[in-house]
C-alpha cells in the first residue's frame, strides 16, 4: 500500500524534471522545483508512516521552511531580472556562455 | 677502541652559527645601514678561535688515550637509512684528523684576523666573514666527517665557498667567470668521487659505511674493483686539489681576495684530495698500481707547474702555481705509500704557503691592488715585517734546511727513492731546484733592485697590525714546524709519522743511511742551484723582465692549455648543445609536447559546442547522466 | 477501501495537477493547476495520518507560497507578448521524456521492492502537533535552530535583492 504512495511520489517527481528542463518559463520552472518538493515530502510522509516514526514529518517541515525561503528569494530574483531583461524567458539569461 | 665524546659536532658548528648569523645580518642590514665592521670582526673571529681551542682539546684528549684507541666518535642523528645504508651525521677524530684539525683551525683563526685589516672599508664586509665562516664549518665538516658521505658533504661546502669567494668582487666578469670554471671543473672531480664512493659502498658498503667499518673491511675488495675506486676516487682529488689534468681553476682563482686565496686555495681546501687519499689509505695500500698513477700524476704536476711558475709575472699566479707544484709533491708522497709524508707537507706548506700569499696580500694592500711583479722593486726597506716574514716563507717553500718546507719535502723525495719510484725521485729533485729558482725570482723581483714604479714606491707602507702580527705567528710556524718530524738521520725520531700510524696503513721500509744521506744530499744541491740561478738573474737592480721566445714563449703561455681545453672541451660541447638546441630540441622533446597542447585546445573546441550557457540544458545534462547511472545501477542490481 | 478510494481520488488529481503545470503554456494557469495538485497532496497527507502536515500544507504551501507567486504572477502583469516562444515545446517534452523514462522506471521498480503495510489511520499522538512537536524540539532542536536562521537569511536576502535600484546588477 505504501508502496502506492512511493511511486506517486516518484511520478511527481518525474514531471517536476520533465518541467525543469522542457520548459522555458521561469515561473512555471520555479513551480516544477516546488513540485519536485512535494514529491520529496510525500515521500518522506509514507516512509514515516511506513515506520511509525516521526523523523520524516520533521524532515518535510523542514522541506518546507526550506522552500518558503527559497520562494522569497527566488521571486525576488526574477522580479529583479523581470526588470532588466523585461522578459521570463531562460533562454535570455545565458551568462554561463564558454 | 673508540670513545664517544659530546664536543666534537661544536668545531663544524661553532663557524657554521657564525656565517649564518653573519648571513642574517649582512641580509638584514644591505638595503639601510650597514653593520659596524667591529661587530663582524669580532664575530667572524670569534668562532674559529674556540674551534682551535677546541681542536686543542681533541689532540690532547687522543694523546691521553692509547695508541691503539685514538678514535673519539660522535654521533649526532641518524642521516640516512634506506636498506643496507645506513648513515649517521657523525664525526670521527683521529690522530690524522686531529693534525688537519689543529692546522686548520689555526690558520684559519690567523687568515681570519689578517681578514678584518686587509678587507676594511670594503662594502660587502659582512658577507665576506660569512662566507669565510661558512668555508671553515664546511672544511671542519670534511674533516671530522666519520663516514665518506658526510665528507663529502664537507667537500661540496667548501667547493661552494670556493666558488662564492672566488667571485667575490661581482662587478668584474672575469672574476665570475674564474669563479664558475673553479665550480665547473670541480664538478667534473666531484663526479669522480661520488662514483668512487658508490663503488666502494656497493664493494664492501654492507658491513657499514663509516671509516672505521670501512677499513675493516677493507681486505674483501677484489684488485681490480679496488683499481677503480681509487682512481675514481683519485678522479675527485685532481679536481678538488688541482692535479693534472683539472688543475687548470687554481691560478683563475687567485681572482679572489688575497685572504681567500691564501686560506682556501692554498692552506686548507685544496689539501682535501691529500686528506682524502690518506684518508683511504686502507684501500690504496692494496692496491699499489692506484699509488703509482697518483705519485706519477703528482710529480708531472709538480713539473708542469714549476715550469709556469717561472714564467708567471702576477705575483699571486706565481704562488699559485707553487701551490699546485706542491700538490703535486703531496701527492707523489701519498702515492709512493707515505702517507704521513705525505701528510705533513700538507701541515707544513698549510704554514709557509698561508704565509707567502698573506705576505702578497700585504704586499699588494701597500701598492694598492698591484700585482704585477714587475711593476714592484726595491720594497725591502719600505715593509721590513713583511720582507723577513717573506724570506721565510720563501726559504721554507724552497726547501732551505732548517725550515719546515725542508724537512717534509725531503722526507717525500726520500720515501720516493726508498720504495723505489727512481723516476718520482729524480723529476721531484728536478722541480725542487725549479721551485728554488721561481720562489727567489718573485722574493728578488719584488723586494731588491730598484723601484721599477716610482709613484706606487712613495706610496707603499707597512701593513697595519693586525695584519703583520699573523705575519709574524705564521712565520714562527714555516721556521719550526719542520721539527717536528724530524727524520733519524737528524738525530730525530719522526714525531708526526709516529703520530699519524695509528690512522693511515703504512710501511715504513728499512734503507741504508747512505741512501737517505744521498736523497738529502741532493735535495740541498736542488736547492742550491735553483737559488744560485735566481740570485744570478734577478738580485741586479735593473733586471727587467726578459722577452720570451720560442719555448719559454710557449711556456709563458702556459702551454696553450687553457686555450688547448677550450678548443677540445669547450667550445664542441657548445655545438654539440647548440645543435641540440637547434635540431633535436624543437621536433624530439618540443614536438610531442606541442601536440598535446594542441590536441588539448582541439579537444576543448569540440566540448566547447556543449556549453551553450542556458542552465536548463546544463540540467538536461544532468537528468541524461542520472538516466544513464539509473539503467546502469538496475542492470547490476538485476532489477 | 475507503482509503483506497480516497488514496485513487487525490493521486489522479495530483497527477492531473502536475501534467497541467508542466503542459499549460501560460504560468497562472499552471499556478492553479498546482495548486490542485498541493490540496491533493494534503488530503494524501491526511490518509498517511500526519496531522499536522496536512494543516501546514493546506495553510503554508497551498496558502502563503502560492498565494506569493501568484501576487507575483500578477503584479508583472504577464500578458501574452510576455511569454516566451515555447512553440517547439513538445519536441522538448518527448525528448525529456525519454530521458527521464530510465531514472522513472528505476525509482518504481526501486519503491515497489520496499516492504509494505495497511495505510490505515494511525491513532493518538502520531503525526499530531504534540507528537511532532515533542520530537521537533528534542532531537531536531538544533536543525531547526538553523532552519529559523536561513529564513532570516533568505529574509533579508530578499529584501536586499528586490529592493535595490534599477541598473545596479
Known amino acids: ?98 | 677502541m673508540e670513545h664517544t665524546v659530546s664536543y666534537l659536532v661544536l668545531i663544524p658548528l661553532l663557524p657554521l652559527l657564525g656565517a649564518l648569523l653573519m648571513g642574517l645580518m649582512y641580509l638584514v642590514s644591505c638595503k639601510g645601514k650597514a653593520f659596524p665592521e667591529k661587530i663582524y670582526g669580532i664575530i667572524a673571529c670569534i668562532g674559529p678561535a674556540l674551534t682551535f681551542i677546541l681542536a686543542l682539546k681533541v689532540y690532547f684528549g687522543l694523546k691521553g688515550l692509547p695508541e691503539d684507541s685514538r678514535y673519539l666518535v660522535q654521533d649526532v642523528f641518524t642521516w640516512i637509512k634506506v636498506g643496507d645504508l645506513d648513515i649517521s651525521m657523525g664525526f670521527f677524530a683521529d690522530p690524522l684528523s686531529s693534525l688537519m684539525l689543529l692546522f686548520v683551525t689555526l690558520i684559519g683563526t690567523l687568515i681570519h684576523v689578517y681578514s678584518v685589516g686587509y678587507m676594511a672599508k670594503d662594502e660587502n664586509f659582512g658577507k665576506f666573514f660569512a662566507y669565510l665562516n661558512l668555508f671553515l664549518g664546511s672544511m671542519l665538516i670534511l674533516v671530522l666527517g666519520s663516514s665518506p658521505v658526510v665528507m663529502f658533504v664537507g667537500w661540496e661546502g667548501v667547493g661552494l665557498c670556493s666558488y662564492l669567494l672566488i667571485s667575490y668582487y661581482s662587478t668584474e666578469t672575469n672574476n665570475v667567470i674564474a669563479g664558475n670554471k673553479a665550480f665547473i671543473v670541480n664538478r667534473i672531480g666531484d663526479l669522480g668521487f661520488v662514483l668512487g664512493m658508490s663503488l666502494l659502498f656497493w664493494a664492501i658498503g654492507s658491513g657499514g659505511f663509516d671509516y672505521m667499518s670501512l677499513r675493516a673491511n677493507a681486505e674483501q675488495i677484489g684488485p681490480g674493483v679496488g683499481l677503480a675506486i681509487c682512481l675514481l676516487l683519485f678522479v675527485g682529488a685532481t679536481g678538488k686539489s688541482a692535479q693534472i689534468p683539472l688543475y687548470v681553476w687554481l691560478p683563475d682563482a687567485m681572482a679572489g681576495p688575497t685572504p681567500v686565496s691564501a686560506l682556501i686555495h692554498a692552506a686548507t681546501m685544496v689539501t682535501a684530495g691529500v686528506y682524502m687519499v690518506a684518508r683511504f689509505s686502507f684501500i690504496y695500500a692494496e692496491v699499489p698500481a692506484a699509488g703509482t698513477v697518483v705519485a706519477w700524476i703528482g710529480i708531472l704536476t709538480a713539473l708542469l707547474a714549476a715550469i709556469f711558475g717561472c714564467f708567471q709575472r702576477d705575483i699571486k699566479k706565481i704562488l699559485a702555481y707553487s701551490t699546485v707544484s706542491q700538490l703535486g709533491y703531496m701527492f707523489a708522497g701519498v702515492g709512493v705509500a707515505a702517507y704521513s709524508a705525505g701528510i705533513f707537507h700538507v701541515f707544513t706548506h698549510a704554514f709557509f704557503k698561508a704565509l707567502l700569499f698573506l705576505g702578497a696580500g700585504s704586499v699588494i694592500y701597500a701598492l694598492h691592488h698591484e700585482q704585477d711583479i714587475w711593476r714592484m722593486g726595491g720594497l725591502k726597506n719600505k715593509m721590513p715585517i713583511t720582507y723577513w716574514t717573506m724570506l721565510i716563507g720563501c726559504l721554507a717553500l724552497a726547501g732551505c734546511p732548517p725550515f719546515s718546507g725542508f724537512f717534509s719535502k725531503d722526507e717525500i723525495l726520500f720515501m720516493a727513492l726508498a720504495s723505489g719510484h727512481g723516476g718520482v725521485w729524480l723529476v721531484g729533485v728536478l722541480v725542487a731546484a725549479m721551485t728554488a729558482f721561481y720562489t727567489f725570482r718573485m722574493f728578488f723581483v719584488v723586494f731588491h733592485g730598484k723601484p721599477r714604479d716610482e709613484h706606487a714606491y712613495e706610496h707603499a707602507h707597512e701593513s697595519p697590525k693586525v695584519m703583520t702580527v699573523p705575519l709574524i705567528v705564521l712565520a714562527v710556524g714555516a721556521c719550526f714546524a719542520g721539527y717536528l718530524n724530524i727524520p733519524s738521520i737528524f738525530g730525530g725520531h719522526l714525531g708526526v709519522s709516529h703520530w699519524l700510524a695509528p690512522s693511515l696503513t703504512e710501511h715504513h721500509p728499512h734503507v741504508s743511511v747512505w741512501l737517505e744521506v744521498l736523497a738529502v744530499a741532493t735535495s740541498i744541491a736542488a736547492f742550491g742551484c735553483g737559488i744560485f740561478f735566481a740570485w744570478k738573474k734577478f738580485y741586479v737592480a735593473t733586471a727587467e723582465e726578459p722577452f720570451y721566445t720560442g719555448l719559454a714563449n710557449f711556456a709563458y703561455n702556459k702551454f696553450m692549455v687553457d686555450e688547448l681545453y677550450h678548443y677540445l672541451l669547450v667550445v664542441p660541447y657548445k655545438l654539440l648543445g647548440t645543435a641540440i638546441s637547434k635540431s633535436i630540441e624543437p621536433f624530439v622533446t618540443d614536438g610531442p609536447v606541442k601536440v598535446v597542447v594542441w590536441l588539448y585546445g582541439a579537444l576543448a573546441n569540440a566540448f566547447k559546442v556543449v556549453q551553450v550557457g542556458y542552465v536548463r540544458v546544463y540540467a538536461i545534462y544532468m537528468v541524461i547522466g542520472l538516466s544513464v547511472l539509473s539503467i546502469f545501477i538496475s542492470r547490476s542490481l538485476n532489477l | 477501501m475507503v482509503s483506497t478510494i480516497l488514496f485513487s481520488a487525490f493521486a489522479v488529481l495530483a497527477v492531473a495537477g502536475a501534467a497541467g503545470l508542466v503542459l499549460l503554456r501560460h504560468p497562472m494557469n499552471g499556478a492553479m493547476s498546482f495548486i490542485m495538485t498541493l490540496i491533493a497532496l494534503a488530503g494524501l497527507f491526511a490518509l498517511l495520518s500526519a496531522k499536522l502536515i496536512f494543516a501546514i500544507q493546506l495553510i503554508v504551501y497551498a496558502g502563503a507560497i502560492m498565494s506569493l507567486i501568484l501576487f507575483i504572477i500578477m503584479f508583472l502583469n504577464i500578458g501574452e507578448k510576455d511569454l516566451p516562444d515555447e512553440s517547439n515545446r513538445w519536441f522538448y517534452f518527448g525528448g525529456g521524456a525519454v530521458v527521464i523514462a530510465p531514472l522513472a522506471i528505476f525509482l518504481l521498480k526501486v519503491v515497489n521492492k520496499l516492504p509494505s503495510c495497511e495505510a490505515t489511520i494511525v491513532g493518538d499522538s502520531f503525526g499530531s502537533v504534540k507528537g511532532v512537536g515533542m520530537v521537533l524540539f528534542t532531537e531536531w532542536l538544533l536543525p531547526f535552530e538553523i532552519v529559523s536562521i536561513l529564513l532570516l537569511v533568505a529574509l533579508v536576502g530578499a529584501v536586499v535583492l528586490a529592493g535595490k535600484r534599477e541598473g545596479k546588477l
Open chain 1, 1 to 98: 500500500m505504501i508502496a502506492n504512495y512511493l511511486s506517486l511520489s516518484v511520478i511527481l517527481f518525474c514531471f517536476g524534471l520533465l518541467g525543469v528542463i522542457s520548459r522555458r518559463n521561469v515561473f512555471t520552472v520555479f513551480m516544477s522545483i516546488e513540485l519536485m518538493l512535494n514529491a520529496a515530502n510525500l515521500a518522506f510522509v509514507a516512509l514515516s508512516r511506513l515506520h511509525e516514526n516521526m523523523d520524516g514529518h520533521v524532515l518535510a517541515l523542514m522541506v518546507m521552511a526550506v522552500a518558503a525561503a527559497e520562494a522569497a528569494l527566488a521571486l525576488a530574483v526574477v522580479i529583479l531580472l523581470h526588470k532588466h531583461k523585461g522578459n521570463l524567458d531562460t533562454n535570455v539569461f545565458s551568462l554561463l556562455r564558454g
